[in-house]
């Protein structure tokens, strides 16, 4: 399990996969200087809620994964990721599709 650490006060837990898959998508976004929403499901231990932060360029960030080896990516996913990072309610977390034709990113 890997964190996403934003600012000062916000710590996510994500598994290591789609970690590296958020990344691609909010890097990708930040690169273009687009703020924007990102939200996620909490840990039932956390409330059982959901929680949403707002995402700029401006405000540190930091992706710290539990594995050192890098994750191959699925184009497909970050195509799903990055169709509800641009939408009004941002970007949020989607189950992983099946790898499309064009396959895995390195």
């Known amino acids: 399990m890997g964190k996403l650490i934003y600012g000062s006060e916000v710590s996510i837990t994500f598994e290591d996969r789609l970690l590296a898959h958020l990344q691609f998508v909010i890097g990708a976004k930040l690169r273009r200087n687009e703020a924007f929403y990102f939200g996620w499901k909490d840990d039932p231990r956390a409330g059982d809620g959901r929680s949403v932060i707002w995402i700029h360029p401006a405000l540190p960030l930091r992706f710290k994964y539990s594995g050192s080896i890098p994750i191959e990516l699925n184009r497909s996913w970050i195509e ?25 990113l390195a």
């Open 80 to 104: 799903a990721l990055n169709v509800t990072a641009n939408s009004a309610h941002g970007l949020s977390v989607v189950a992983e599709p099946a790898p499309s034709r064009a396959g895995q």
